[in-house]
């Protein structure tokens, strides 16, 4: 019994290892294995999975690449075929403008043709007309008629009647003169000496406008100063024409007839006399000019308008104003021998004497032992004899002032009637400025002339103020020859003085 209650303490005891053991040798041994295999085949089967996720992403963006290339393909051919559709359009439209265009040119080419020949024929019936009214006999006027080139009668027909009436011998002396500023015989001698290079051709298309009426054009262009439309109507040219041929004579009288009348003094001869003139009117000897500076209104210059603003014509006129110089030396019976024409009207009068060919020829010597007089808007040089300039004079110096005042109105008056006779001088004229001098240049040409010839005068009022230079006295020796003349212009009776004596 004892061995029994032992046994199965023995076997109580031992029993649970060995079960154990028999578990892990036996049945428990297998399940490990099935659990693993079981993992492992879970891990591949996931794996196979992705790895066919993946080829079907794969394939898919495959399939929507070539879908796009193929949608992009269609695309790309339908634009080609839809562009070269257009431009085939274009095409077809344009030959068919520059078909229409051409037809066009044929259609006004055929009906040029057809007013030429009809502009022919008209022109060989008047031919023929003509003919026949002067050779009632008809045959060898029309064979002559026939035989001459046709012109085209295209110039527009404009009256001339009134150039006629002026052109006629039966014109009255008065009623010309009032036109021109000049009489018949002196509009002759100007047109005598412009023929041979204002005298034109006549053409197939046209005749030649007269030597006459072109010198007729510009001086009643000058004389009026009357608007080219105006000129235009009375002479029964082009507005134009009438432009062109005023320019055209202006120059030719500066070429030709410049150096012939306005011209300095050529020799001794000449100088003397007009020392002589002068001292016999004032007292004051070697004088040899009367200068004066004159403005001539302008329209507002494109360019350096400021240079050609007139500040006291401006202030004077409550009007904006522009001009341009004119600087001219006379002899004592107004004519001018020598001119500085075109400097902006802002310049004073010193600078303009500056910029002249006449202060060259001063300072080369060609004027040394003589004076030229000037206003107080000048300097006094070797050469420039002006008045005494200071506020409180002495009873010698403003009797000097007095006598210098008398040949400095000499040449006062002559611009007088220069600007006078030839009133587009008075006007802001429509000469571009450019070729302003030129013009300014035949009207002291003409001026001369008129002078020369006793034509009646013509005068206006002009004012051009008076600015003292910076510099009033550029000389010494000037100075002490200016006291000189004062003293013996009052010792000798010649200063308004010869009470005292």
Not at 124 to 139: K, L, R
Not at 240 to 269: F, G, N, R
Not at 280 to 298: A, F, L
Not at 375 to 384: K, T
Request: aromatic share 6%.
């Amino acid at each position: 019994m004892n061995d029994n209650v032992a046994k199965r303490r023995r076997r109580r005891k031992d029993g649970p290892e060995d079960d154990l053991n028999n578990n892990n040798n036996g049945s428990g041994g297998g399940g490990k294995d099935e659990t693993s295999e079981n993992q492992e085949g879970n891990k591949t089967k996931g794996l196979k999975e992705i790895i066919t996720s993946l080829l079907l992403f794969e394939e898919q963006e495959k399939c929507e690449s070539e879908e796009w290339s193929k949608t992009h393909q269609d695309e790309k051919i339908l634009f080609e075929a839809n562009h070269k559709k257009k431009t085939k359009a274009m095409l077809d439209y344009y030959k068919k403008f520059q078909g229409s265009y051409h037809d066009l040119d044929q259609n006004d080419g055929l009906r040029r043709k057809r007013k030429s020949r009809a502009a022919s024929g008209a022109a060989a019936a008047a031919v023929a007309a003509a003919s026949i009214g002067s050779d009632p006999g008809g045959g060898g006027g029309a064979a002559a008629g026939g035989g001459q080139q046709q012109r085209r009668l295209w110039v527009k027909t404009r009256s001339q009647a009134w150039w006629d009436e002026c052109n006629s011998d039966e014109f009255p002396e008065d009623e010309f003169r009032k036109a021109f500023r000049m009489g018949k015989e002196t509009f002759d001698l100007i047109c005598n000496e412009l023929s041979s290079v204002v005298a034109k051709e006549n053409t197939t298309l046209r005749d030649a406008v007269p030597v006459r009426q072109r010198v007729a054009v510009c001086i009643w262009r000058l004389a009026t100063g009357e608007p080219l439309r105006l000129v235009s109507k009375r002479f029964g040219l082009g507005i134009s024409t009438c432009h062109k041929l005023v320019l055209e004579v202006c120059s030719a009288i500066k070429t030709v007839l410049m150096p012939k009348y306005l011209q300095w003094p050529p020799d001794e001869d000449s100088v003397k006399r007009i020392k002589d003139e002068f001292e016999s009117v004032s007292g004051i000897p070697n004088v040899v000019g009367s200068m004066y500076t004159t403005h001539i209104p302008i329209i507002a210059p494109k360019i350096s308008v400021a240079a050609y603003f007139n500040r006291r014509h401006t202030e004077r006129n409550q009007k904006t104003s522009y001009s341009i110089t004119v600087q001219g030396v006379v002899n004592p019976k107004g004519i001018f021998t020598d001119v500085c024409i075109g400097w902006p009207g802002s310049m004073p009068d010193d600078q303009v004497l500056e910029k002249s060919a006449l202060y060259q020829r001063a300072n080369g010597g060609l004027l040394k032992g003589v004076w030229i007089v000037g206003s107080c808007g000048y300097p006094l040089m070797d050469w420039v004899l002006v008045p005494y300039t200071q506020q409180h004079l002495t009873w010698t110096q403003h009797a000097f002032n007095e006598k210098i005042e008398e040949i400095q109105r000499v040449s006062k008056q002559a611009f007088a009637r220069l600007k006078g006779r030839w009133t587009c001088l008075q006007k802001r004229t429509e000469v571009k400025l450019l070729d302003l001098p030129v013009v300014l240049g035949a009207c002291c040409v003409l001026h001369n002339i008129c002078e020369m010839r006793n034509e009646p005068e013509v005068t206006c009022d002009i004012v051009d103020d008076e600015m003292v230079p910076e510099v009033g006295l550029r000389s010494a020796s000037a100075m002490k020859a200016r006291d000189a003349i004062a003293h013996n212009l009052l010792h000798h009776n010649h200063a308004g003085t010869s009470f005292l004596s």
